[in-house]
Each structure stands twice: as C-alpha cells, then as structure tokens.
C-alpha cells in the first residue's frame, strides 16, 4: 500500500509540474521542475518514469542548457524493461530531433532498436520516419553507417531502408539532385560488402533516380558500371575453383546490361572475360560454361566496335571447339548458339577482323583488312565446321520432330499431375531445343560465303529469351503481317524496340547461377556472410 501511495504521489507531483511548464510564459524560469522531471527517470515509480517520458521530449526545446542530461535520460527509458516504457520514450524522439545537434544520435539509437518485435518495431519505424522527414541527412548517414561497417543490425536496416524510406523517395529526396548525389554516395560506400539480393536492392533504386535516368548523360551510367565493376571484383587474378567469383560476375554482367544498352562502357567486362576467364574456360564447371556464354551473348549486341575487335579473337577460339568439322552425333547447340549470336553481332560491328579469324574478304578500305595474306585455310576450316554443324543439327532436329507428336499423347495418358507436369516440362524443354537448332540454322547459313553478311539487328531471338508474341489473327480485309519463324523472321521498328525491352527483362531466363537455394558466400571481404546470389532474379 505504502508503495502504491508512493506512486500516486509521484505521478502527481510530474503532472503538476508539467502543468506548471504547460502554463508558464518564460518557462526558463522553471529550469528546476524540467530537471525534477529528468531526476524522475532514476526513480521506482514505472508510471512516474512512463510520464517523465512524455514531458521530457515536450518542453526539450525550453531548455537548451539542459539538453544533454534530458537527452541521456531518454536513452536510459528505452533501456529499461517495461515496453510501455521504452514505447513511450520512442515516440518521443522525433520531438527531440527538431533540434538538429542530435539528430543523428537520435537516429543512431533508433535504428539499433530495429531488432525489436511488434508493437515497439511499429513504434521505431514511425519515429524514425518522423526523424527522416525533419532531417533526412542527419537521420540516414548513421543508418547507411550500419551497412557500411556491416554491424549485426544491417540486415535489419536495410529491410528499414526498402520498405520505408526509398518508396518515398520523390518526397524525401529534395532538392532532388542534391539528395539524390548525396544517397547515391552513401550507398556507393555501403555496397563495398553486401550480399547479391542487397546490391540488387540498392542498383534498382539507384537507377530508380532521376540523375540516372533516361536524359541523364553518359557519365552517370559509366557511375553505375563502374559501382558493379567494383562488386564483380575485375581486378583480382580469376581463380577457376571459386565458383563464387564466377556467379557474381555472371550477377553484374546481368545487372550491368541495361546501362550497356544506355551507352556505358563494357570494355572491363569483357577484358576480363578475355584475359581471365577464356584460357581457363576448359576447367569451368558445365553449367556455369552456359551462363557465361549467355551472359556475353545478350551483351553483345550493345559492344563497342573497338571491344568487338579485341573479344571476336576468344569467340572464333570458342566456336571451333564446339562446332565440329564433320556430322557428329551431339553438339552442345546452346553453346554453339550462344557463341554464333555473339559472333554475328561483334562482326557486324568489326566486319573485316574476320579476314584473319575466319578467311573471308570483306573490303573496308583500312588496313587491317589483310586482303594481301593468305587466310584460305582459315576459310576452309571455318566454312567446314559450319556445314559440320549444320548436318548435326539437322539430323538432330528430325529426330526431335519425330519425337514431338509423343508428348501431347503422353500427357493424355498420364494417371498423375506430377507425371503431366514433368511431360510438360520435358515438352518445354524440347521446344526450347528446336527453337535453338532453328536459330543455329539461321545464323550459320549467311556464313559460308566469302564475304558473308553478319546480323547486327534483333531478327534472331535466342532460345532462352521470352518469344516474341504471335500476330493476332486477322480481320477480314485487313493484310495480315508476315509472321516471325521462332522468332527469326524480319521484324518491324516496333517489333525491334519491344525485343530490346524483352532482352533487358527476360535476358537470363533459366540461369542456373548459384541456385534458387544456393547459400554459398563469395569468400571475400572480412566478416564472412554469406553472399550467394541464389534468389537474385
């Protein structure tokens, strides 16, 4: 009982004072019932101390030169056990950042209270927004501090930073180009060790901002490949072994294609795809061996001519090892395709460096043409491996042709959905094949003549890339458009312009990088979390 009344007493002693504060015209004349209420903190009452924390944060601003000692006594509040308590000191914070000095401490101490649970995270999340708003660069810089130094709240803080602060973006970043440089600069520090889905978070939303949009200039794209170069790591030595390496240059490579198709430089990439990653090519895991090649495949279209001179050299190397001089009984038909998609774009760019590589005589004028040489057993070797693959592919496509009327009968007499199901996917599989063997088709047969024509638009649409949709069927009277076949037949400037957009959105349809479930880390930076890429896409 003595207790209780020891309460109600105190609890009524902070009212009065507050009530004292509330009505006085020159509160600095009541510095000592201020300093009473802090004094309150220290106390036993839970009631007195859920009160001192509403009055503290009121008349903070009344007091400058008790700022520190109310500021202290508000972090012990959000230490203490009680939730009512702490929940109370966190929705007084905002009002004590209206004091710009101690935003950022304020800001610091809320984000570390991200951890909590329920009611008291919905409480954090509403005064760090409220803090935001008053002073977004006071509030961020400790935020993305976190993330920088990698402290075991991050994770916590990025979810923070995607969920609650870049939606608002348009109303938090103002003046616009001045906030964006200055965020765009805390994530270029924060980004140097991060997972594959966190630098994806942070690269969309980068290019979310208007300094990197459509209108911006060259340089502000060359900005973001140079941040996913630094990710991809292209100045150490390539270590076959570290598969890890391996999926995240394959991640940035991808990242990295819609800024290529903005005009950004790919010369680092491809370098590096050159000097590091072609003469170890032999020893790469299979599947990683495909994902490269699409990789390089989908960026080739946008190679600077002088890039496509230095990577045809690695490509010809390639191609004939996988494009047989003779009919054989398998080809490896996505490499092949992958590898004659990348020839044809880098030696439309670059035509007569094919002289050289593969015999032909096509007449720029300059000389590198190398007309005088002699390069006819580079021909013959060449045009012998594309007839060698030609026939491969088409023995190969009869016998899958044969074999396709089979599967809509099985999936009529399939008993279970998981049975349907896996005929299905087999189906899909095979279309996706016929597709390729289709293109490699269509790609080789301009090859075989002495000065052969190289496909620099977007007639061939590679396998694993969505297809182009059908034309809708006629109206009477109306002509219909002549149809593509899978893909490769001649498309109109619109039809070209939405290939593009299906190259950047569907360029990596079926990468087997890392696994949906991969949990390997890349094994670089100094805290070892995982970075596995595996849920990127």
Known sequence: ???????????????????????????????????????????????????????IPRFFRSFPALATRAMSAMFDLVEMEELAIRIQAIRGFPLLGKDTEFVSKIADILGQLLTSENVERDAVHKALMSLTRQDVKNSLQPLFKHVESGSEIREKIICFLRDKVFPLKAELLKPQAEMERFITDLIKKSVQDVTGSEFELFMGFLRSLSIFGDSAPRESFQELIEIIQAQADLDSQFNVSDIDHIERWISCMYMALPIFMR?????????????????????????????????????????????????????????????????????????????????????????????????????????????GEDFSEHYKDFTERLTGTEETVRAASKRLTQGMADFNKAISSAKTEGEKTKIKSDQQTATRTMRSYNNILAMTQPLHMKSPSFMGDKKITLSWMEQPKKPAATIAGVKRSQPATNGNGPASKKGRGGMQNQLVNRAFEGLSYGGRGSGRGWGRGGRGRGRGWGGYR
Do not use: W
């Open 263 to 371: 005009g950004a430089s790919s010369t680092k990439f491809l370098n590096y795809f050159v000097k590091q990653i072609v003469p170890a090519f032999d020893k790469i895991p299979e599947e990683k061996k495909l994902d490269l090649l699409k990789t390089i495949a989908a960026s080739s279209p946008y190679t600077a001519a002088q890039d496509s001179r230095q990577l045809l050299p690695s490509v010809v190397q390639l191609l004939k090892k996988y494009m047989p001089g003779k009919v054989v009984e398998y080809i490896n038909h996505n490499y092949v395709e992958c590898l004659l998609y990348t020839f044809h774009h880098l030696a439309h760019k670059t035509p007569n460096t094919t002289n050289s590589l593969c015999g032909y005589k096509i007449v720029t004028g300059q000389p590198s043409d190398r007309l």
């Open 1 to 55: 009982m003595a207790a209780a009344a020891a309460d109600a007493a105190e609890v009524e002693r902070l009212y009065e004072l507050g009530e004292r504060l509330s009505s006085a015209k020159d509160k600095s004349e009541h510095a000592a019932d201020y300093e009473a209420i802090i004094a309150a903190v220290k106390g036993q009452s839970v009631k007195a101390k859920q009160l001192a924390a509403q009055l």
